[in-house]
């Protein structure tokens, strides 16, 4: 009988601080014992299963898929989000609300954050994040060069100074070609003192955010200028290169595939995005599925936002 009753008085203590919702000190005091009695009783009433936790996940959103996508690429965090139909539009738009509610919920006072600045997703983050009041960002960097055709290079430019302005962080830009013309050109440029500068965050970032792209460049780079042209698409085709990362190509099982453009790229390496804190990634729709299930398998990144489509197909 012994045992009937310790289980009797702990259930109780637990029917007050769950059902009746009294704080433990109130437990102490009513039923004559010390706060960590009360506490050692909470602890075995989940432990004799008296006390079973349930979650319930509410409607829109998808914790199964959320963690199998952890289990599996073994993320921190994942962030499928519902979507109406499986379109690039509404699928980027969609994440853009994800990844900018997540972003103001995490973040830390005098964070470093590099921002790939040619990726729309990330612009639709930007657009959707609410000037904050509390925790301030240090530095917004941008992690890949900028410069390009006028109209398209603005959007680097005001994506970046914008998310500054929104995180009361200082903006540093890298108005540099993303891509230049050889290697002598990079050099060239690599030696002015500002661009310099702007890259020795690379490896101090706390934060990075980054789209995910295929082979095949995105409509707003192609508009940008800041692509390669179709006989090297080719030969990173040739090479097995599934997608990228600020230009950085790998393969499908998640190694860098090496060749002779990485020479002509002003951005942060994949080396480098290694070394972040924590590196979220934007990306979703079924022709950048296995780009993303590539750069998953890199081992970079912390937190993926995507959709449930997206989810789906990464998780089969």
Known sequence: MGR?????????????????????????????????????????????????????????????LETALREKYRLTEAIVIDCSEDRDGAVMARIGEAAAHFLEVTLQQDEIIGVSSWSQTILRMVDNIHPLKAAKAKYIVQILGGMG?????????????RLAKLTGGEPR?????????????????????????????????????????AVEPSELLARSGNTFSREELAMLHDAGAVGEISFRFYD????????PLNDRVIGITLEELRKADRVMALAGGESKTAAIAGALRLGIIDVLVTDKFTAARLTE
């Open 149 to 161: 055709e006028a109209s398209v290079q603005a959007h680097a430019t005001q994506l970046t100074a």
């Open 173 to 213: 830009l890298l108005l540099v070609q993303g891509i230049t013309s050889s290697r002598e050109a990079k050099l060239v440029m690599l030696s002015d003192p500002v661009v310099r500068g702007t890259m020795d965050f690379f490896g101090r970032l706390t934060l990075a955010v980054v789209g995910i792209g």
């Open 4 to 64: 009937i009753n310790e289980l009797r008085l702990i259930a109780r203590v637990a029917q007050m601080y769950h059902a009746e919702k009294k704080r433990q000190a109130e437990i102490a005091e009513t039923l004559r014992m010390s706060q960590a009695t009360v506490s050692r009783m909470l602890k075995r009433a989940e432990q004799e299963d008296i006390v079973r936790t349930t979650i319930i996940p509410p409607p829109g959103t998808f914790a199964d």
């Open 252 to 259: 499908k099982d998640g190694k860098p595939v090496e060749t």
